[in-house]
């Protein structure tokens, strides 16, 4: 299985959160590969600068490095995702995830997350 990290599934990954249910992390482990969008990084950029991720025990700078550690691959942004927003419907207004949903259409994955609206899309997800 590939699997798309939604970003609260990567930090919860990254901080060793138990918010990340045990049935998530061994589908992380034992996936074929393992992806981290951009959009993922710039979401955490702007929740720190607006005082929204406080509490979180790294910063953005090290993302990348981490996510390499991780052995998950980084998921560059492309033309294609980003055209493929404007076919999303609008059952929510989160850009961030648009483009998550986006992505994972468009690359056949699975993304990991908690958020019971991706379904909607037409997304697959795991949790």
Do not use: N
């Not at 990340?20 to 996936?31: C, D, H, N, T």
């Not at 490095?65 to 033309?79: E, H, S």
């Not at 986006?102 to 990991?112: F, G, N, S």
């Amino acid at each position: 299985m590939r699997l798309l990290l939604d970003t609260h599934a990567l930090l919860w990954w990254l901080l060793d959160d138990p918010a990340l249910p045990g049935s998530a992390r061994r589908a992380i482990e034992k996936a074929e590969a393992v992806y981290v969008s951009s959009a993922s990084i710039w979401e955490v950029a702007i929740k720190q600068r607006l005082g929204k991720l406080p509490e979180l025990a790294l910063s953005v700078a090290e993302l990348p490095a981490l996510i390499v550690q991780c052995r998950f691959a980084p998921l560059p942004i492309t033309d294609r995702h980003a055209a493929a927003v404007a076919q999303s419907p609008a059952h929510h207004r989160d850009p961030f995830d648009h483009m998550l949903i986006a992505q994972a259409q468009i690359e056949k994955l699975v993304v990991v997350t908690s958020d019971e609206r991706f379904p909607a899309y037409g997304t697959k997800t795991r949790w």
